[in-house]
């Protein structure tokens, strides 16, 4: 479907299932612009959270009784909810549930890499990875003796794909790859770095933690070997993320953590494991997060994840838009009119964003301020910081000119 035949957003109607968007502090009503960070949750997924602990609560994968039979089936339902959700036809196998993003891409850099990867072999990340990737790929490198390589980033944001197919050879074991960019907002083309990766028969992790929330996301389309996501950036709970794996390298990865539940039968001397996903779920698992992420699913399909992107998409280019206007708001990123996630990191002229987020706060716009945990892009850039307008499926282009007025008073302040 072309973006122009989507329907738009009903904001309105969305935001009723937001109390929280009500507060005010100070007088004014919050203005909330941190969604890359975290997003809000709807009612509907605070109602199953509450509906699981006032009625189904047990442990799973334990229990003979009744509750723990049906607390197993919703968190094992939740598995192939999830997997239905980004494409993986493998269902409730190819999806591990995790504590986060950053948790996922520490699965697979322990689990595969510190036994996989030796002198010689290279782990090919880009320059705008988030530390999730970046620092555990470069400590599993430092371990291994493996050798870290990052694609450029070009000044307009975009990745140097020329530099990508010299840097991904016959020496890359893993592409790990942010697909969209928690700081500059830019879509990378995942698809096209999983040919190049597979061409040299290495292995592709994305890190899909500011995309899966924000557009439609297929695994098998992207042709992607691993791919991490988080629950609390698309509306789901906090405390929850997703490894989604092809199913033949899971089978053939060493588990990560060890314990209970994961086994199959253990002895004195050896243990052996238990069958996807759980081998990779140690403990007792994260039960209400997991059915509370299903729902979340549920909730992002009703309102269609193409319409989610191309809300996100507007809301962006119209704060550009409205920031550049006044010539003194560095952008960080692709520039208007290119499509990005629903995110703007800019700077104004010489004030620290720090400095600008609590000014924005006085309003009661919250926004991000600092390095987004992508610190190395940030000392290429020159910059030490800045601030991110982040937007979400409830934001409105009102919102954005609240954002620019409060970004005037600090400009005023500040002359
Ligand atoms: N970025 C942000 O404000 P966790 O914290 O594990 O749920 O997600 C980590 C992570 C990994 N990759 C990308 C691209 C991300 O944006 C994030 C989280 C937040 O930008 C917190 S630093």
Request: hydrophobic share 40%.
């Amino acid at each position: 479907m072309g973006q122009t035949d989507i329907e738009p957003l009903d904001v309105e109607a969305i935001r009723e299932e937001y109390p929280i968007l009500q507060r005010e502090f100070g007088g004014e009503q919050l203005v909330y612009l941190d969604n890359a960070a975290t997003t809000q949750t709807p009612d509907r997924v605070v109602d199953t959270i509450a509906h699981y602990y006032r009625h189904t609560n047990a442990n799973v994968h334990r229990g003979l009784h009744q509750l723990s039979q049906e607390a197993s089936i919703a968190y094992e339902e939740a598995h192939d909810r999830v997997a239905e959700f980004i494409g993986a036809s493998g269902g409730r196998e190819e999806i591990v549930f995790t504590k986060n993003t950053t948790e996922s891409e520490n699965l697979v850099a322990y689990a595969w890499g510190l036994n996989e990867l030796g002198p010689g072999d290279e782990v090919v990340l880009t320059e705008m990875e988030h530390h999730a990737s970046l620092v555990t790929w470069q400590q599993i490198c430092k371990k291994t003796g493996a050798t870290c390589r990052y694609i450029e980033v070009e000044e307009d944001g975009t990745l140097d794909m020329d530099h990508a197919r010299e840097l991904i050879g016959d020496d890359t074991a893993m592409v790990s790859v942010v697909h969209v960019s928690n700081t500059l907002g830019t879509v990378n083309p995942v698809s096209e770095l999983a040919d190049i990766a597979h061409d040299h028969d290495a292995y592709i992790f994305v890190d899909g933690a500011q995309s899966v929330p924000n557009r439609p996301v297929d695994v098998e389309a992207i042709d992607a070997d691993f791919l991490a996501f988080s629950g609390h950036k698309m509306a789901g709970p906090t405390g929850i993320g997703v490894l989604y794996g092809k199913k033949h390298i899971l089978e053939e990865m060493e588990p990560y953590l060890y314990g209970g539940m994961m086994i199959n039968k253990v002895t004195f001397e050896d243990s052996t494991w238990h069958e996807l996903p759980w081998k990779f779920e140690a403990g007792t698992p994260v039960i209400c997060q997991g059915i509370a992420l299903a729902e979340a699913c549920d909730y992002l399909d009703d309102i269609g994840m193409d319409a989610i992107r191309r809300h996100e998409n507007e809301l962006a280019q119209y704060a550009i838009e409205q920031l550049e206007g006044e010539g003194d708001i560095d952008i960080l990123g692709p520039p208007a009119g290119v499509e990005r996630g629903g995110l703007v990191s800019f700077n104004l002229n010489s004030v620290h964003a720090h400095d600008l987020s609590s000014i924005l706060n006085d309003s009661a716009v919250a926004i991000r301020a600092g390095d987004h945990c992508t610190q190395p892009l940030h000392d290429k850039l020159g910059v030490p910081a800045s601030a991110r307008a982040s937007f979400y499926v409830y934001n409105t282009k009102e919102e954005v000119d609240k954002l620019v007025e409060a970004i005037d008073d600090a400009r005023q302040l500040f002359a």
